[in-house]
């Protein structure tokens, strides 16, 4: 069976797969000062409240967009599953040509996104990751990733409101039946959820004018599935785009 992580600045993602089944996932806090042993024992005991044995685990795979962790990352695995682990390089063993200058800026989860998004769905596509940062990736109907668009996430755009408006209080974010709030809190989570759908919408319906096509739109990440009850235009939501990105790289530099 195959352990992939896709670490992000915010959550870490695991998932095990058996051949192209998702046995099993877990979204953590990620946390850039764990040790390594610490890294181990949550592995290990995700894996025994689980009932899966860590020995069966034949390798592992990671997306990391947090450099500082890939050591710690790197040696819990030889350590406690005694894999030396494969890290996605979204230049050089993706499988998908990157046109993005440098390449080596493109984040390692945007390619796997990317991947999993043309693999799935066919180009060209667009996939849209409610994660720390909003990202926007676009692959041509040839499989390749041509750029994107990076923005804010929707609790960074509120934690800087709240920082920066002192009267204003912390809110839950959640869609609102109208825009026009009749209290602080309604109108806080109106303008939150409406002006990030805004920015969503707006966003895409200026790559789908500049690629001049009609491409698949995806949907992916933490808030996904609130922010897509709003939009116009996403209708697909894959909550496990980049944990089968993963899969699918891996497997394309493991063939036998």
Known sequence: MLFVMDVGNTNTT????DGERLVIDWRL???RDRTIDEYGIMCRNLFALSSLE???INDIAIASVVPPMNFTLRKMSINYFKIDPFFVDPVTNSGMP????PKQDVGADRVV???AAFEKYGGPCVIVDFGTATTFDVVSKNGEYIGGTICPGINISAEALIQHASRLPRVEIRRTDKVIGNSTVYSIQAGLYWGYVGLVDGILAKIIKEIDATPKIIATGGLAHLIIRGSEYIRQLDDDLTLHGLRIIYERNHRR
């Open 98 to 101: 990157v046109r993005y200058e």
């Open 29 to 31: 806090t990620t946390k």
């Open 14 to 17: 695991l998932g095990v797969f």
């Open 113 to 115: 996104n990317a991947v």
């Open 54 to 56: 860590w020995n069966t």
